[in-house]
């Protein structure tokens, strides 16, 4: 059963990926906290870190809120299924660069895409505040 720091996570990545069936969210604690590994579809990747790393580091900032409540540290780590075993950040890395090389109108597509996605996701999250976790 997923803890709810597990269920957390999936429920933001779930919404801003377009493969929600493949997010999986790992969970190993160690003397530095709780580490989340969240894994998503190799083409969803760049969803999950956006533009120069600002969704990642929003989800990050969330977790640390629930950190705060909880008394625990949490850690996110983005983890690319598709390159091989040591190579996450390398991949990662080169999936932002290439996002951001996309042309023009792609970019504009994206933006509206990304704020339809913000309100209705600013909507779902009002619908958490009321619940007690």
Known sequence: MATIDQQFVEYIVKTLVNNP????????I???GVLLSLS???ED???????RGATAQSIRTLLRALGTKNDARYNLKIVNTDAPEGAEHSAVEN???DREATPVEENEEDDAR????AEK???EME???DLDI
């Open 114 to 117: 990304s704020e339809e996605l």
């Open 121 to 123: 996701t600013r909507a």
């Open 40 to 42: 998503v579809d190799p």
């Open 127 to 129: 619908d958490l505040d």
């Open 45 to 51: 990747v760049g969803r999950v870190i956006g533009k």
């Open 30 to 32: 160690d003397e530095k």
């Open 95 to 97: 999936r932002a660069d």
């Open 21 to 28: 069936e493949k997010v999986e969210v790992e969970r190993k």
